[in-house]
């Protein structure tokens, strides 16, 4: 036998055999060019950030091999080539949500204390619309720096037209605050109804607005806080938390669809009600303990409640917090139950249904409240700090000086909004004028003609307008320190004829403490009237509260892009 082998079957052999290689030299190559590199210099670099979102941004370098083709492969290695791929990570979006009002006479921040080099973690812009329902969905278009043109312009007109509303309002407030109660409560429900069919169309715009800002449209991109979330409530009852369902509530208020602006405005409160801490169990059985805060309307407004109640408004106030309570729990049993709905439109439809059903109860509880408001009308209030005993002319002449020195701030605030909205590309600021303060803006250096001359004008209405305002300021401290002199020989009266200085010195700040918590109290002027001043419509509670929210200034919390 012929065992000489054959040279055919030889080659037939080493191809399979070279086959079998190629193809797993090819697979390495695949792998090598998909699997991430380890060595250093294939390693990804950040670059700098992009824009306001900080959007983490990379380059990768590639490996591939661009000779191969399976259709007629040469047989041999090919050498790699190298490219360059930008990955740019969308993230998720970062939401704020607005600060929690405080209560009536509760301690507040009085004033911002930013530094020059302070960085801002919050968004400023924010402020102006820190009671309005599309505050958290506005806040991840302005975060992202995604704002239309067209979504600005609605949002302007939007403000201006709340502005001009809220100015007749304070206007009217200031022509009968001198008058009768039973004269003053009569010419307001008179006004009431005149503005409060234009208050309605501003809410439903305002409404309109958020679903907008939440939805978007077929060209306007959205912003759901749902998005970003991968869980929901009753999902592992284990690892669930108290934590939980208050975001869940939170964010409901302003992201959930089917829901009636009055149940929105329940759930804010809700949620602030799940979001208190829980103190020592027994602590409020304190004999110097005050009486617990009582939530009462505009919503998220509390207050407390003057002892020696009558049995009747005792019963009435019972009442009302029963109706609302049980309307409370109905919103947290359906949100709780259809956060776990697989389509969104089922978690729509009950909500939507739930909302028709408790419409007549949420007008009810407007009616409820009113009543109270009227029966409480007599009564001290409870969250006002006492007045020292003074002379009546002295007294009056200290609230005249506490009301201007307010009026003087929130004119300087008022301002500065307005112009910061009107010239959003420019700076502007405070400055020190000797004594006083005023506004100044600065061009933006790219502005064009037309916008420079716009700022020009409006530097020529700032200089009278400054000018005023440190008239005013040096008024009011020379109006300080006659109060000053007057409280001396007041405290020098008080006291016995041996009394020594640190007497006299010790009465000084015992009245200084107590118009100091007659000043804090001026800022909630607008917070007492939108919650106490019989007359006013519910809309009108709510276009004064939602401003005594923003004039309180408080400090506005920081985005979080975690659910």
């Not at 040279?7 to 080493?14: D, E, F, S, T, V």
């Not at 509303?165 to 407030?173: G, P, T, V």
């Not at 249904?353 to 209030?381: F, G, N, S, V």
Request: charged share 25%.
């Amino acid at each position: 036998m012929n065992m000489t082998p054959d040279p055919r079957c030889c080659r037939a052999r080493l191809s399979i055999i070279s086959a079998l290689f190629l193809n797993l030299a090819f697979t390495l190559c695949s792998v090598r060019a998909v699997a991430p590199t380890t060595t250093p210099s294939n390693e990804p670099t950040p670059p700098p950030t992009a824009a306001y979102t900080n959007q983490p941004i990379y380059n990768e370098r590639v490996e591939y091999y661009p000779n191969y083709n399976s259709s007629n492969y040469n047989g041999s290695f090919n050498t790699p080539s190298f490219s360059t791929t930008s990955h740019y990570y969308a993230p998720l979006a970062t939401f704020f949500f607005p600060p929690t009002p405080p209560p009536l006479g509760g301690p507040i921040l009085l004033f911002r204390r930013y530094g020059l080099s302070q960085p801002e973690t919050q968004l400023p812009q924010l402020l102006p619309y820190v009671g309005e329902p599309f505050y958290a969905p506005l806040s991840a278009h302005l975060h992202r720096e995604d704002l239309s043109k067209k979504r600005r312009v609605r949002l302007d007109t939007y403000q201006a037209s709340r502005s001009a509303q809220l100015i007749e309002l304070r206007n009217k407030l200031t022509a009968v605050r001198d008058a009768e109660p039973a004269t003053r409560a009569r010419a307001l429900q008179e006004f009431a109804a005149q503005q409060t069919p234009i208050l309605a169309t501003l809410e439903t715009e305002a409404e309109a607005l958020r679903e907008n800002l939440v939805s978007g449209s077929f060209i306007q991109t959205g912003a759901d806080w749902n998005d970003n979330r991968t869980w929901a409530l009753g999902d592992d009852l284990r690892y669930e938390s108290r934590v939980d369902e208050f975001k869940v509530i939170r964010a409901s208020a302003f992201f959930a669809s089917g829901l009636s602006p009055a149940q929105r405005r329940l759930l804010r409160e809700l949620a602030m009600e799940i979001d208190q801490p829980l103190t020592e169990p027994t602590a409020e059985l304190s004999l110097d303990a005050p009486k617990p805060y009582f939530f009462f309307t505009p919503e998220t407004a509390r207050i407390r409640l003057p002892d020696d109640l009558s049995p009747e408004i005792t019963a009435k106030i019972d009442a009302y917090q029963a109706a609302k309570n049980q309307l409370k729990s109905a919103l947290r049993t359906a949100i709780y139950k259809n956060d776990r709905a697989f389509f969104s439109f089922t978690r729509t439809k009950a909500l939507r249904a739930l909302a028709d059903e408790q419409a007549p109860a949420l007008a009810q509880i407007e009616i409820q409240a009113e009543e109270i408001r009227t029966l409480l009308a007599p009564y001290p209030r409870a969250s006002r700090p006492p007045v020292p005993v003074i002379s009546e002319s002295l007294n009056n002449r200290i609230s005249d000086f506490l009301r201007e020195k307010q009026s003087l701030q929130r004119t300087l605030v008022e301002k500065f909004a307005a112009i910061k909205a009107a010239f959003p590309e420019n700076r502007v600021e405070y400055i020190r004028l000797g004594d006083s303060y005023g506004i100044e803006i600065i061009s933006n250096r790219r502005s064009s003609r037309a916008e420079e001359v716009k700022v020009t004008a409006l530097r020529g209405e700032l200089a009278p307008f400054n000018t005023e305002q440190s008239r005013r300021l040096a008024a009011l401290n020379r109006e300080k320190e006659i109060i000053q002199k007057s409280l001396l020989e007041l405290a020098k009266t008080k006291l016995r004829a041996d009394a020594t200085a640190a007497d006299v010195d010790g009465l000084i700040k015992h009245f200084a403490q107590k118009f100091a918590e007659q000043e804090g109290w001026q800022r909630y002027r607008d917070y007492d009237t939108a919650v106490f001043e019989p007359g006013l419509s519910p809309e009108q509670r709510r276009l004064l509260f939602a401003d005594a929210l923003v004039q309180l200034d408080l400090p506005l919390p920081r985005g979080s892009r975690e659910p």
